[in-house]
């Protein structure tokens, strides 16, 4: 049964009498998360369940503006909480491939104090190994040492000497080697006059006794080298002693602190035996003048002792949650610096950066779908980390397969991450389909919901929320209960019904925060109803310039809309413009007109290309609605033309095939109708109103016109039933249909909706088929018989 709806049903208050407080600063801030228990429900299965393949990892859609971002990071903070606070990675130089740098994993805290340990034992090398390598004691042990060599070498000269003077040579040192000199009988050695004045069988015999003695100093000279090599190596020993009883206590003292982790007791037993083996190059470091500059070549041999923390998880209470904002390659997986000295470009394992990759392992990672899919590579990498469980720090480069200068490639870090994407329901289908890893890797799906039920929980939740944005922004007032009413209402009006609130809470935050705005600028010391309501004015009022240019230009003639009187075959149909962060309704003149004909009903929109598939649809449905009523004792033989006047842009969706039929049911009819009366609603083959979107805007919109061209009583706007309870209309609307300046009325069918636009009955069919005379479908039937009866005569 038709009604017209009273004030009370076109808006639901919120009573700020049951808020049991003053202000919203006696409330307890809102910490978890409302209205999303499905949402949570299926992160908490995501992230809880534990497998070694890294499938369990969570998408989470919902659209935007419902503070999925902040909701996520909150309830992973508390989840975070009750897990084990992961390992401190860092990197340490590889003593034995030295361009791939191993990892050490430690407790959290204990990265940090192998580094200090390790810049300690730099720095007691530094001051002590000069110190024992210049002490007396070891330069004793040097010296003696060296003179039990050097005593050596001389008996090598002296039986060398001996064995000369036994072949009659003379042996003379000189810097560039030894030279040879014949002697005479008596021990002088020959003039050049003399040896050339001797025989030629005594010069051959002095040439036969030089190569022999060429051949006991070669002996001689090899025997000398092996004695150097000795002396060097028992002076390397005596080093390499001495140092290695340096230390020795110092790293006994380390492989004790970090007792049972494996990889830290290997890198300790290599750094101790590179120093040993190198402390000649260790000892040079000390004596080169430290330069103001770095210079290429001159690299710190102490360096690859040092330890490079890359996550430092010491301050960390539970598993870490890291949410990264910039998904590029080298934000995710780390990247290794370079320094660009005179050209050169060098580095080193103290140049590797973590990425968000390494800060989230053994905790959770937060990423934005529409962000993180804008790198192609940091995508695919984030798979292939998931596959394979590694974590790998690679240059884009050689990630695409690209040329690139050769450099370190760090050894890949286990890892151990549940990650959660944050997008739209349109890439989740879109990664679902056109991407095989995306189910395989991605098994959860959280989807968040625009609305939550109505109910005095919710409100009280609601009111935590704004006491919670004035925790994190002092600068906002207190709201008192009238206030938070206000904004509850408004949380209804975003979910366009009396049983939902809308959980897209960036809005209300931005309510709560220019409600506390237009508070101060009064001076108020808390957030009234009267600011709020100023808030929400004032914001449409930004958005609202087109919906104003549209009414001056109805108010102006431009755009032909009939807002008084009555006639046939037109209606005022409603239509909502939406602009992404603004929508407003708008009456749009529908006409029809029926004649002679066999062409059915046609669709001046659709002939025109600009009607879009569900709109085609709705005027499809007529033609089955009407053979239903009137089509009994004869088939439909009409022509008919359906169109939306003055419209110069896509018409889409079935919300105006209700108007259409009035509009066609009155040019069969000749009965006119009421022209301040507008109609939205869907109407299926057996005419029934369906409930249809944007209810409250359509009705504003056409007040908003009814208003500017003078509210007569008469006017008003048919919905379905079924949009009853969607109703959160303006405080100036409820005002007019109190005073009875406007209606709205509720229909659940055809018949009911016909007779509030006509004042005639629709009537009711007898037995076989036919209408009483006196209402409208009586009208409709006569006149659809001598359409038929036209036809049938032209036939003939």
């Given at each position: 049964m038709a009604r017209a709806l009273k004030p009370d049903e076109l808006r639901r208050h919120c009573d700020p009498g049951r808020f049991r407080f003053s202000t919203t600063d006696e409330l307890e801030p809102l910490e978890g998360i409302i209205g999303q228990e499905r949402a949570l429900e299926a992160l908490r299965v995501g992230l809880k369940i534990k497998d070694p393949r890294n499938r369990y990892n969570v998408f989470v859609t919902g659209e935007a503006g419902l503070g999925k971002t902040s909701a996520v990071a909150h309830f992973l903070r508390e989840l975070s909480r009750q897990q084990?606070?992961?390992?401190?990675?860092?990197?340490?130089?590889?003593?034995?491939?030295?361009?791939?740098?191993?990892?050490?994993?430690?407790?959290?805290?204990?990265?940090?104090?192998?580094?200090?340990?390790?810049?300690?034992?730099?720095?007691?090398?530094?001051?002590?190994?000069?110190?024992?390598?210049?002490?007396?004691?070891?330069?004793?042990?040097?010296?003696?040492?060296?003179?039990?060599?050097?005593?050596?070498?001389?008996?090598l000269f002296q039986e060398l000497e001996e064995r000369a003077r036994r072949l009659g040579f003379a042996i003379?040192?000189?810097?560039?080697?030894?030279?040879?000199?014949?002697?005479?009988?008596?021990?002088?050695?020959?003039?050049?006059?003399?040896?050339?004045?001797?025989?030629?069988?005594?010069?051959?015999?002095?040439?036969?006794?030089?190569?022999?003695?060429?051949?006991?100093i070669r002996e001689a000279f090899q025997k000398l080298g092996e004695l150097e090599e000795r002396w060097q190596e028992a002076r390397r020993h005596l080093t390499k002693k001495a140092v290695q009883f340096l230390i020795e206590p110092r790293f006994a003292q380390l492989k004790r602190k970090y007792a049972g982790i494996d990889r830290v007791q290997e890198f300790l037993e290599e750094a101790q035996a590179d120093i040993v083996q190198n402390v000649?190059?260790?000892?040079?470091?000390?004596?080169?003048?430290?330069?103001?500059?770095?210079?290429?070549?001159?690299?710190?041999?102490?360096?690859?002792?040092?330890?490079?923390?890359?996550?430092?998880?010491?301050?960390?209470?539970?598993?870490?949650?890291?949410?990264?904002?910039?998904?590029?390659?080298?934000?995710?997986?780390?990247?290794?610096?370079?320094?660009?000295?005179?050209?050169?470009?060098?580095?080193?394992?103290?140049?590797?950066?973590?990425?968000?990759?390494?800060?989230?392992?053994?905790?959770?990672?937060?990423?934005?779908?529409?962000?993180?899919?804008?790198?192609?590579?940091?995508?695919?990498?984030?798979?292939?980390?998931?596959?394979?469980?590694?974590?790998?720090?690679?240059?884009?480069?050689?990630?695409?397969?690209?040329?690139?200068?050769?450099?370190?490639?760090?050894?890949?870090?286990?890892?151990?991450?549940?990650?959660?994407?944050?997008?739209?329901?349109?890439?989740?289908?879109?990664?679902?389909?056109?991407?095989?890893?995306?189910?395989?890797?991605?098994?959860?799906?959280?989807?968040?919901?625009?609305?939550?039920?109505?109910?005095?929980?919710?409100?009280?939740?609601?009111?935590?929320?704004?006491?919670?944005?004035?925790?994190?922004?002092?600068?906002?007032?207190?709201?008192?209960?009238?206030?938070?009413?206000?904004?509850?209402?408004?949380?209804?009006?975003?979910?366009?019904?009396?049983?939902?609130?809308?959980?897209?809470?960036?809005?209300?935050?931005?309510?709560?925060?220019?409600?506390?705005?237009?508070?101060?600028?009064?001076?108020?010391?808390?957030?009234e109803a009267r600011h709020v309501r100023t808030a929400i004015e004032k914001g449409r009022s930004r958005h609202a310039l087109l919906a104003e240019k549209v009414r001056e230009r109805i108010a102006r003639g431009k755009l032909i809309v009939d807002m008084s009187g009555a006639k046939v075959g037109q209606v005022n149909g409603l239509a909502v413009i939406d602009l992404g962060d603004f929508a407003f309704g708008k009456p749009s003149r529908i006409t029809a007109n029926v004649f002679a004909g066999k062409d059915g009903v046609v669709d001046i929109e659709r002939e025109a290309k600009l009607s879009g598939k569900l709109h085609t649809k709705g005027v499809m449905i007529l033609k089955g609605y009407l053979g239903e009523k009137f089509a009994a004792q004869g088939p439909l033989s009409l022509s008919a033309s359906i169109a939306f006047e003055q419209s110069y842009s896509l018409v889409e969706g079935d919300s105006a095939s209700a108007a259409e039929l009035f509009a066609l049911l009155s040019s069969l009819s000749g009965v006119p109708l009421k022209q301040g009366i507008a109609v939205t609603g869907s109407v299926d083959q057996k005419g029934r109103l369906q409930p249809v979107g944007g209810v409250n805007e359509k009705i504003e919109g056409h007040f908003l016109v009814c208003k500017e061209l003078g509210l007569t009583g008469e006017q008003g706007v048919i919905i379905p039933e079924g949009n009853v309870d969607d109703l959160m209309l303006p405080e100036e609307v409820l005002e007019a249909v109190r005073e009875g300046r406007f209606h709205i009325w509720a229909v659940g069918t055809v018949e009911e909706g016909i007779q509030i636009l006509s004042g005639m009955p629709a009537g009711t069919p007898d037995e076989e088929g036919n209408y009483p005379e006196g209402t409208l479908f009586h009208l409709v039937q006569r006149r659809l018989e001598e359409l038929r009866e036209h036809l049938k005569a032209e036939e003939e």
């Open positions: 084990p606070t992961p390992p401190d990675v860092c990197y340490v130089h590889n003593f034995q491939v030295p361009h791939r740098p191993r990892y050490l994993m430690l407790p959290a805290g204990k990265g940090r104090e192998l580094k200090e340990d390790m810049d300690r034992c730099i720095d007691f090398l530094r001051r002590e190994l000069g110190k024992v390598l210049e002490s007396e004691d070891f330069k004793a042990q040097a010296k003696e040492e060296r003179e039990r060599f050097v005593a050596r070498r001389e008996e003379q040192r000189t810097p560039v080697g030894i030279n040879t000199v014949p002697l005479k009988p008596d021990g002088t050695p020959y003039s050049q006059e003399e040896y050339e004045a001797l025989q030629e069988e005594e010069r051959e015999a002095i040439l036969r006794r030089q190569e022999e003695l060429q051949e006991a000649e190059d260790l000892q040079a470091a000390n004596k080169k003048p430290a330069l103001p500059i770095p210079v290429p070549g001159g690299a710190d041999p102490y360096q690859r002792y040092r330890v490079n923390v890359i996550v430092d998880n010491s301050g960390l209470e539970g598993a870490p949650v890291v949410v990264e904002e910039n998904a590029t390659y080298t934000n995710l997986f780390g990247t290794v610096e370079r320094r660009v000295q005179f050209g050169v470009v060098t580095t080193d394992f103290t140049q590797i950066r973590a990425g968000s990759l390494h800060r989230a392992n053994g905790g959770y990672l937060v990423l934005s779908a529409s962000n993180l899919l804008r790198f192609s590579i940091s995508w695919e990498g984030l798979k292939i980390a998931l596959k394979t469980g590694e974590i790998r720090i690679e240059d884009p480069a050689q990630m695409l397969g690209l040329a690139s200068t050769e450099g370190l490639r760090p050894e890949p870090i286990p890892l151990d991450v549940k990650v959660v994407i944050i997008g739209s329901p349109y890439l989740y289908y879109l990664l679902h389909y056109y991407d095989e890893d995306f189910p395989k890797l991605f098994t959860v799906r959280s989807d968040f919901d625009t609305e939550m039920d109505w109910t005095e929980e919710a409100e009280e939740a609601i009111a935590r929320f704004i006491r919670a944005r004035r925790v994190e922004d002092p600068g906002i007032l207190p709201f008192s209960p009238s206030g938070v009413a206000k904004v509850v209402e408004y949380a209804g009006e975003l979910a366009g019904s009396q049983r939902k609130l809308s959980t897209r809470f960036a809005s209300l935050a931005a309510l709560v925060r220019e409600a506390s705005f237009w508070a101060r600028e009064e001076g108020a010391q808390s957030v």
